[in-house]
Nanobody, 117 residues
Framework: QVQLVESGGGLVQPGGSLRLSCAAS????????MGWYRQVPGKERELVAR???????NYADSVKGRFTISRDNAKNTVYLQMNSLKPEDTAVYYC???????????WGQGTQVTVSS
């Protein structure tokens, strides 16, 4: 059992910044990747960013240059620094962990990010 707990969401004005955190606990093993997805009503969940334990990262084109993903392996925690936020970034952001040995996905409860003036 893996539990993922997100924090850091909230309301921010366009152009502002937020930092999301996701702490993993439970049956955590060495071989996994972590990332962030987001979802808005009526649309499918989309990848925002992901990072391997070695530090390799990938970003959605829509957030490149604005968002930065990082992780602290010792704390089993992944972060998402979001800068220059736009209204279209408004979504529920979900933390994701993939166990590479099994391909199993684990999800957090989600944290709401609202970008509005």
């Amino acid at each position: 059992q893996v539990q993922l707990v997100e924090s850091g969401g909230g309301l921010v004005q366009p152009g502002g910044s937020l930092r999301l955190s996701c702490a993993a606990s439970g049956s955590i093993f060495s071989f996994y990747t972590m990332g962030w997805y987001r979802q808005v009503p009526g649309k499918e969940r989309e990848l925002v960013a992901r990072i391997t334990r070695s530090g390799s990262s990938n970003y959605a084109d829509s957030v490149k240059g604005r968002f930065t993903i990082s992780r602290d392996n010792a704390k089993n925690t992944v972060y998402l620094q979001m800068n220059s936020l736009k209204p279209e970034d408004t979504a529920v952001y979900y933390c994701n962990l993939v166990r590479l040995t099994t391909g199993t996905n684990y999800w957090g409860q989600g944290t709401q990010v609202t970008v509005s003036s």
